[in-house]
């Protein structure tokens, strides 16, 4: 594994810290000011795309405050390095409790792209049927929705 790849798993590792912690200094350290943070897969109500650190970070701390779910952990299914020596692909569960339904293991994999020790680009490909399950809530399809399904996967 290159050094360079190495940092983006460092990165990746202190990003899943900053999640369990629901830590928003750390969230504002680990992205670029020009970060961007996709989510390919989404649902009504739910973003596919976030641009600039302080956009990101807002989103994901009201999250945290609109929420009833806690991540505990993270568990890796598999990590794979790209051509790109600054990109990794993962697929994990972030496992946690949710006060409206329990424990919970929510499924998504992450394209991370880092430089200089900061994420620069992020899709994570998040199971929203599971996060909308997770919260206790049906995920709809558009003419279904009536509000948005907010979650959040820092």
């Known amino acids: 594994m290159s ?15 900053a999640a369990v912690n629901q830590s928003v200094d750390d969230m504002s350290r680990l992205y670029a000011v020009d970060a961007i943070h996709e989510f390919p897969f989404t649902a009504p109500g739910f973003p596919s795309r976030l641009e600039g650190r302080d956009d990101i970070v807002n989103w994901i701390a009201a999250g945290w405050k609109a929420n009833t779910l806690t991540y505990e952990r993270y568990r890796v299914l598999a990590t794979y390095d790209t051509d790109d020596p600054e990109t990794i692909i993962v697929e994990q569960e972030a496992i946690g409790t949710s006060a409206s339904t ?53």
């Open 3 to 17: 050094q360079q790849a190495t940092g983006a798993h460092e990165v990746l590792e202190r990003l899943r810290r």
């Open 102 to 154: 329990g424990a919970f293991a929510l499924p998504n994999i992450v394209v991370l792209t880092v430089r200089n020790g900061q994420i620069v680009r992020l899709r994570d490909y998040v199971n929203v049927l599971a996060a909308a399950a997770a919260i206790g809530r049906e995920a709809r399809t558009p003419s279904e929705a009536s509000g948005p399904l907010s979650t959040s996967d820092g």
